[in-house]
């Protein structure tokens, strides 16, 4: 097996690296194999090894995931198209043989400090923008929260986020507008608008009313496609959408006691 990597240079370049499997091998162990036996000065990034931490997200045989939990074997086996809408990181294909070959480039829309390494700057800027922390109303009870499991469930669907980036990688519009806020803010901020112990006066909503925010998605899904966890931002900004026209009912605040 071989990895065709993405080199930031300088030269920029690809360079391949023969692999030797190992039962359950991950991407991101081929890669630790690359640097242990063959070039120590490969830079990429990892923390957890388990898809909890959300730091080795990067494109892989063009498809923006963990490396951590991208098992390379199955990869060379020949996996199911995973359909995107196209993006011009895509478009810039590198060839390569995917029954022989792993291409691992770093995520896209995001400046690149070194190979697969890139600046999440703009990305937690724009998380931050969001203000990601409950703003209670009234005081906190003596002991815990209490809300019902059905809304736990629809909460937890947003609260799964690890803050990868995947999403933002592997958004068109994240592509053409470097000012979108992006799928994983824009999933956060309707989290928070939605959790019942939230100050519920709506002006969540607004934070991202704006050209830039839940108006600037066209509904590609590529980051529902791509997220590790399960997360759906296209389906939290169709629903802050309408909840904004006035369209829908608005989000019924789950009950807490
Ligand atoms: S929404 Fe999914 S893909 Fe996007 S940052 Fe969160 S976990 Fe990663
Ligand atoms: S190393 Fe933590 S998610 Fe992959």
């Not at 190979?115 to 937690?124: A, C, E, G, K």
């Not at 669907?157 to 979108?180: E, H, K, Q, R």
């Not at 824009?186 to 019942?196: E, G, S, V």
Request: hydrophobic residues 35%; neutral net charge; aromatic residues 8%.
């Amino acid at each position: 097996m071989r990895l065709k990597v993405r080199r930031s240079g300088p030269p920029e370049r690809y360079d391949s690296f023969e692999v030797r499997p190992t039962p359950g091998m991950s991407v991101l162990a081929a890669l630790f194999q690359v640097r242990e036996s063959a070039d120590d000065s490969l830079a990429f990034r990892y923390s957890c090894r388990g898809a909890v931490c959300g730091t080795c997200a990067m494109l892989i045989n063009k498809v923006p995931r963990l490396a951590c939990r991208t098992q390379a074997a199955l990869l060379i086996a020949g996996e199911k198209p995973v359909r995107l809408s196209p993006y011009p990181a895509l478009e810039s294909a590198e060839p390569w043989d995917p029954g022989e070959e792993i291409l691992v480039e770093p995520l896209p829309h995001l400046p690149v400090i070194r190979d697969l390494v890139v600046d999440m700057t703009n990305f937690f800027r724009y998380y931050r923008e969001i203000d990601p922390v409950l703003h209670p109303a009234g005081s906190p009870p003596d002991n815990e929260y209490l809300m019902s499991q059905s809304f736990v469930k629809e909460l937890e669907v947003y609260t799964n986020c690890i803050l990868c980036g995947a999403c933002f990688g592997a958004c068109p519009v994240n592509a053409g507008d470097p000012d979108y806020l992006g799928p994983a803010a824009l999933a956060k901020l309707y989290r928070f608008h939605i959790d019942p112990r939230e100050a519920g006066d709506g002006s969540r909503l607004l934070k991202a009313n704006s050209p830039r925010g839940w108006w600037d998605c066209r509904f590609h899904g590529n980051c529902m496609t791509v997220c590790p966890k399960g997360v759906p931002p296209i389906i939290a900004i169709g629903k802050a959408r309408k909840e904004l026209s006035g369209m829908g009912r608005g989000q019924e605040k789950g009950e807490i006691r």
